[in-house]
């Protein structure tokens, strides 16, 4: 079956770096994105991996290793407001998304 | 500003009646998608369509319908609400690429009584 794990809740303090794990169990492969919540609201996008090998966005950076079916999320200089959920999805062999149950992020000061 | 619009925000239901949530986008996307969230759970697939005229099913379809006359518009329909259809739903587009993010709407909260 199709299978994305991911930690439900992580805590980390203002200011540090913190890191989300996402494995992936999918027929086929066809890139992997991140999509950040906040409670009560509507999820947005942060990241695409298609290729091995890490993407950086400013604060947030992705990391995809395709043979181990692994993912990260790389957070730094955390701020109060990345205090969300970070949900973990996979495209399979049919463009379809697989989602992961999400990783709750608390952030204290 | 372009985006998804959902409606209603939220609603309470008793069981057995019927309802239909509403989504409009004017991004023009060709994709659009319902998706239901459930504490606890990734987010599951209701339905979707790929494109104006056509629509299939996802992972958890049952009791639930779409239609999808026009580019801009995918309603939802529930024929005879369950309780264990209480849930938060969002409908979302995409331009259909693959590489292509998901644009939510900002939700409708139902809860079945």
């Known amino acids: 079956g199709q299978n994305i794990d991911q930690p439900t809740e992580m805590t980390a303090t203002e200011g540090a770096i913190v890191q989300i794990n996402c494995t992936y169990q999918?027929?086929?492969?066809?890139?992997l994105f991140w999509y950040q919540q906040h409670a009560g609201e509507a999820p947005t996008f942060l990241s695409y991996n298609v290729l091995d090998g890490l993407e950086e966005k400013g604060r947030f950076s992705s990391f995809l290793s395709r043979s181990k079916g692994y993912s990260y999320l790389l957070l730094k200089e955390l701020q109060m407001k990345d205090s969300a959920s970070y949900l973990c999805a996979a495209k399979d062999s049919n463009y379809q998304l697989i989602w992961g149950a999400g990783t709750k992020l608390i952030i204290k000061p | 500003i372009a985006g998804i619009t959902q409606a209603p925000t939220s609603q309470i239901l008793a069981a057995g009646r019927r309802m239909t949530l509403r989504c409009t986008q004017d991004?023009?996307?060709?994709?659009m998608y319902w998706y239901r969230q459930d504490l606890g759970l990734g987010l599951r697939l209701i339905h979707y369509s790929n494109t104006a005229g056509t629509t299939g099913k996802g992972e958890v379809p049952d009791g639930y319908s779409v239609s999808r006359a026009n580019t801009d518009d995918f309603p939802l329909t529930l024929a005879s609400a369950v309780p264990s259809q209480t849930s938060v739903y969002f409908c979302a587009s995409s331009d259909g690429s693959g590489n292509s993010p998901l644009h939510f709407g900002n939700g409708t909260r139902l809860t079945v009584t």
């Open positions: 991004m023009r996307h060709n994709a």
């Open positions: 999918t027929s086929g492969f066809n890139g």
